[in-house]
């Protein structure tokens, strides 16, 4: 049962605009939530969390949204850069803990 | 500070043998997480120790899976007998912190085939 879905396998951005990867969940219960970037061959790496009391965290280039009534949080990355090429993984935490199954993404120089 | 180290980091092995993964977390990390991480199902939480104490395992797919941490240093997850759909990309991840609220801090991983 995959409590926490990213429904796009991947996604190819041109550098400079603006990346939204999205993560949909179904546990009432999740009131955390990160997301994590992983290159090839190396282990994935902290990049933003937020908390189910707010509705946007803020970070840099990097902005996350929580959508709680639609279970639905948004990793909106801006602008993109070639270096953010990776797969980006979406988690959450509350009475559980899961990962998401990832989005792989593409930035085109 | 190395971060955290994993060996080995490519494992191939036959079917029905033990393979053996180990990981060393952060020092002063209070926390320990095993992954394996598969194309079909992402990252999915194996089990995690708190102070090397186990605190959930429940994600252990079977009882060919076992893990321990002897001491804060050590970790070791055992998967004996291995089969074909074992093999997957684990990974080990250590915290400060005594929750799943907070930032992990990942390894490389091991790669591990099973033939």
């Known amino acids: 049962d995959q409590q926490v879905k990213q429904n796009s396998p991947s996604l190819s951005v041109q550098e400079g605009r603006i990346s939204i990867l999205n993560c949909d969940y179904t546990?009432?219960?999740?009131?955390?939530f990160l997301w994590y970037k992983k290159y090839p061959a190396e282990g994935p790496t902290f990049l933003i969390s937020?908390?189910?009391?707010?509705d946007k965290n803020e970070d840099g280039r990097f902005t996350v949204f929580l959508n709680k009534s639609a279970k639905h949080l948004s990793l909106h990355i801006v602008p993109s850069q070639p270096g953010d090429s990776a797969v980006y993984f979406c988690?959450?935490?509350?009475?559980?803990?899961?990962f998401g199954t990832g989005t792989s993404l593409t930035v085109i120089p | 500070d190395a971060g955290v180290i994993q060996s080995p980091r490519h494992e191939v092995t036959e079917m029905g043998q033990e393979v053996t993964l180990r990981c060393k977390p952060i020092?002063?990390?209070?926390?320990l997480f095993w992954y394996r991480q598969t194309m079909m199902r992402g990252l999915e939480l194996l089990i995690y120790?708190?102070?090397?104490?186990?605190?959930?395992d429940s994600g252990m797919p079977e009882d060919r899976f076992s893990a321990k941490m002897p001491n804060a240093s050590f970790s070791t997850l055992k998967i004996q007998p291995s089969e074909p759909r074992d093999s997957a990309v684990y990974f080990c991840?250590?915290?400060?912190?005594?929750?799943?609220?907070?930032?992990?801090?990942f390894g490389p991983g091991t790669r591990l085939t099973v033939l």
């Open positions: 991840a250590s915290s400060p912190w005594r929750t799943t609220y907070n930032e992990q801090f």
């Open positions: 546990n009432s219960m999740f009131d955390y």
């Open positions: 937020i908390s189910s009391i707010k």
């Open positions: 988690a959450a935490s509350g009475n559980q803990f899961y």
């Open positions: 020092s002063g990390h209070n926390s």
């Open positions: 120790f708190n102070n090397n104490v186990p605190i959930d």
